[in-house]
């Protein structure tokens, strides 16, 4: 299995532009987390969906922030506009039902820089 | 609410050393507990998890974890560490319906 696939690796882009990352998780899991990591406040979760409904969005920072999921093989982060403070990575992980004991897997991550 | 305290933010430690991780939880339900470990520009990798039974769990990479419930510990070991191991650390902690809470990572800093 190729795992959890992210892309693109790294966006840079300005300030007030949108931006798309996207996420395929593996194939057979059904709940999918969006995290953001920064130095200042480590690892947030953003929103997870299980059976591509979403489940908690509270993470969500701002009404810029929205995620969707169409089906169980993709998902998108979409911010618009964006802003300085929105750079970090973002990463996307995917499991098994999430309750229980199953583990996440990550991907390797989108570095994503607002100038 | 659930949280997760590791204690210290940086540990140095020199080839071949032994080295501990710290890791404290707070919950008032049994949870499920995680040891990950990310590599620098990689994403998160499971090292080991406690879900049941054994209080010693053994993972990857030669690390192993206790469980020690009386002091909501769970503690990361290794007996003799390698350049390799020089990474991030998170240990994270879960329950029946809940959330996976990460620490704030431990950063593992191994010198020749």
């Known amino acids: 299995d190729a795992g959890v696939i992210q892309s693109p690796r790294h966006e840079v882009t300005e300030m007030g532009q949108e931006v798309t990352l996207r996420c395929k998780p593996i194939?057979?899991?059904?709940?999918l987390f969006w995290y953001r990591q920064t130095m200042m406040r480590g690892l947030e979760l953003l929103i997870y969906?299980?059976?591509?409904?979403?489940?908690?969005d509270s993470g969500m920072p701002e009404d810029r922030f929205s995620a969707k999921m169409p089906n169980a093989s993709f998902s998108t982060l979409k911010i618009q506009p964006s802003e300085p403070r929105d750079s970090a990575v973002y990463f996307c992980a995917s499991s098994l039902p999430w309750t229980g004991s199953n583990e996440q897997f990550f991907g390797p991550g989108t570095r994503l820089t607002v100038l | 609410a659930q949280s997760v305290t590791q204690l210290d933010s940086q540990v140095p430690v020199f080839e071949e050393a032994p080295v501990e991780l710290r890791c404290n939880y707070s919950s008032s339900v049994s949870v499920y507990l995680f040891w990950y470990v990310q590599y620098p520009n990689q994403g998160l990798q499971l090292l080991l998890k406690?879900?049941?039974?054994?209080?010693l769990v053994k993972g990857i990479n030669g690390f192993e974890a206790e469980f020690n419930k009386s002091q909501t510990s769970f503690h990361l070991r290794k007996p003799s560490v390698h350049i390799s191991d020089t990474a991030e650390y998170f240990c994270?902690?879960?329950?029946?319906?809940?959330?996976?809470?990460f620490g704030q990572g431990t950063e593992l800093s191994v010198k020749p």
């Open positions: 969906f299980n059976n591509n409904v979403p489940i908690d």
């Open positions: 994270a902690v879960k329950n029946q319906g809940g959330k996976l809470i």
């Open positions: 194939s057979g899991h059904n709940s």
């Open positions: 406690y879900l049941s039974g054994s209080t």
